[in-house]
């Protein structure tokens, strides 16, 4: 009986292992014929490609393995910025939905839409060839807030130039500590004694006043530098100094944020519908105000509908994110399984690592979403 | 009487080893490539996305220009019918993998022939079918006519996964410039970028920078500059470990490019077969056994040169007439100042 439970499980796990052994078999044998060498060594020699833009210090005398974190890390940066500008935009497009206001709710669900129903690389391409040639040149553009300037070069803007940073970094993560602390205190309290504190607005003046106070007595000083117009040819300019953002990044977060956005409001949306009516009567009748209503018991709820599926849009939002290639902002793909493919020619050791290399991300992004939902759930007693 | 027979069967196996080296149907047998090509009926040959005078399709799906020929001499070669062949658009990042996991037999896509290349991902460089080197364009009214004028700051707009990237990182450098890469995957972006402006200069291959120009909105707004950065022979490729059709392609190339400097044309190559000059007669199958080796028969350079023409011919039709580079350049007959020279056939 027990063996009859285990055969059909060992065959498949034995079909599966000689799949993959067929496979490693074959490509091995190709790549012995061929006269193709398989490693990693190719990682640490040097790259001698440069990259557009980087979060570290890179040129073209690091290694092929520099060469990866960089694209990584861009690859990271853009999800990232994607997935929290997404969110906001996700929440306020999901909550304009059920807007009783005819203008708002219809403008929201035109929004949602037109952008969910229309491809995402389409979408990058409008971005950034449609948008960019409508921007300015360099030495037409206007000034904006008095510092920054938009041309089809990019976004040029201030750069803070920072003086003992080190000190105000660790005032800043004292501050978090503290605001943790107090937090724990402040619910103890009010679960003890009933007693409410002003928890928010406490929390900020923290996060504010330990960090600024490094500036008199810290030693930190911050000083700002503005881009300046340079004369590159008769007709071709530039900007030095400050900091400058690629076009190519600007049009894929873009395209990345108002897509995945429109998924997130739909989330947000079925979440808050999801809740009974009688729900919000009930903490109304009780004398609860209408925004602790939404805090205190329509969002609890409410999040464990909707961080599933959100979870879901973060990843895709990463993945997406490879889309980069087709309008040069160097992310993983474009850097890493492009250039320095074709560079070393080492298809199967770089698609392997771009390949594991996504599969953590986003196994990362799983996991921590998985315990803020279990964190949220409801605990049953 | 066993010292004799035992000397005797091995002189017999060595005329055996000899007869079947030189007999055609073991180059065939020895060739997995040509067998496999001649049991399809076509050549499968990979080609660029798109690069006028090089290989560019048209609207009906006819593929014309220089690497195409290529693919059109070895299939009139080895199939008799120069248009048995079947043409795999690639970019530059899948060129190699291509044709190194099976789905081409030759890659004819205006591909640098470099020694990493060459020695390290299992490809063999048949030859050179284009002289070329990298250069750059700018826009007219920028008033840059020298890479001398470049300053620090400067945006060049390119493609990834070539030697450009390469190059252009050590012009840069030698000339102590700062500047900002802007690589994109496909060529068709880096037209449409470098032209709604995002960079102050376009660099690549300078017969590739002729050919983008045609798609510019403004083609007379822009030059190339005249200084040239790298060496970049251009040329066909094939897989390593296969020498018959490595031989085919590479003898293939020359021939074309020996017809043009004995002036044997497509028009005339059936009357050349009567020719004085014994060197003609073997350019047309006329005389000797050219064919043999290859396992092939002894007419394929004459089909070649009537199919597809020689190599002037071929220029002539994709590049100069079409107006991309009327100048041949260093891709003229030694001869006649040039640098193309290829080994005889004989």
Known sequence: MKFKKILPQFLTLLFIVLIFGFFTMNAQENMDTRGIEFGFGFLKQEASFDIQFSLIDYDGSRSYARAYLVGLLNTLLVSFIGIILSTILGVIIGVARLSPNYLINKT????????????????????????????????????????????????????????????????????????????????????????????????????????????LIGGVDLSWSFPELKQLAKTSFTYEGGLGIPPELIALTLALTLYTATFIAENVRAGIQGIGKGQKEAAASIGLTPSQVLKLVIMPQALRIIIPPTTNQYLNLTKNSSLAAAIAYPDLVLVFAGTAMMQTGRAIEIVGITMATYLSISLAISMFMNWYNKRIAIQEK | MFKYLKQLTSLVAMVAVLFTFTTETMAAKKSKTLKNTQKKGFVRCGVSQGLPGFSNADAAGNWTGVDVDVCRAVAAAVLGD?????????????????????????????????????????????????????????????????????????????????????????????????????????????????????CDTYTT??????????????????????????????????????????????????????????????????????????QIKRLVGAEGEMGAAFGLDNEWNLRIIKQVGNYGESYKRNIADTGILPDRGPNELWTKGGILYVPPSR
């Open chain 2, 82 to 198: 120069a248009n048995k062949v079947k043409f795999t658009p690639l970019s530059a990042k899948e060129r190699f993998t291509a044709l190194t996991s099976g789905e081409i037999d030759i890659l004819s896509r205006n591909t640098t022939w470099t020694l990493s290349r060459d020695a390290d991902i299992g490809l063999t460089f048949v030859g050179v079918n284009f002289y070329d080197g990298q250069g750059f364009m700018v826009r007219k009214d920028s008033g840059i006519t020298s890479t001398s004028q470049f300053k620090d700051g400067i945006s060049a707009c390119t493609n990834i996964g070539t030697t450009t990237e390469l190059n252009m990182r050590d012009f840069f450098n030698s000339k102590g410039i700062s500047y900002t890469p802007v690589a994109f995957e496909k060529a068709d972006e880096v037209v449409a970028a470098y032209d709604a402006g995002r």
């Open chain 2, 205 to 278: 291959d300078k017969s590739g920078l002729a050919a983008q120009r045609t798609k510019m909105t403004n083609p007379d707004d822009h030059m190339v500059l005249p200084e040239t950065i790298s060496k970049e022979p251009l040329g066909p490729v094939v897989r390593q470990g296969d020498s018959v059709w490595e031989d085919i392609v590479r003898w293939s190339l020359n021939t074309m490019i020996e017809a043009e400097e004995y002036g044997v044309t497509s028009a005339n190559a059936d009357s050349m077969k009567t020719s004085d000059n014994p």
């Open chain 1, 108 to 215: 929201a669900s035109f929004y949602v839409e037109f952008f969910r129903n229309v491809p995402l690389l389409l979408q990058i391409f409008f971005w950034y060839f449609a948008a960019l040639r409508a921007l300015p040149m360099p030495e037409d553009a206007p000034l904006i807030f008095g510092s920054s300037y938009m041309t089809i070069k990019g976004l040029y803007t201030v750069a803070p130039v920072w003086n003992n940073f080190d000190v105000f970094f660790i005032a800043l993560i004292i501050a978090m500590i503290i605001i943790f602390f107090f937090n724990r205190f402040a619910k103890k309290k009010q679960e003890e004694e009933g007693k409410q504190y002003p928890k928010f607005l406490i929390s900020l003046g923290i996060f504010i006043i330990l960090p600024a106070s490094t500036f």
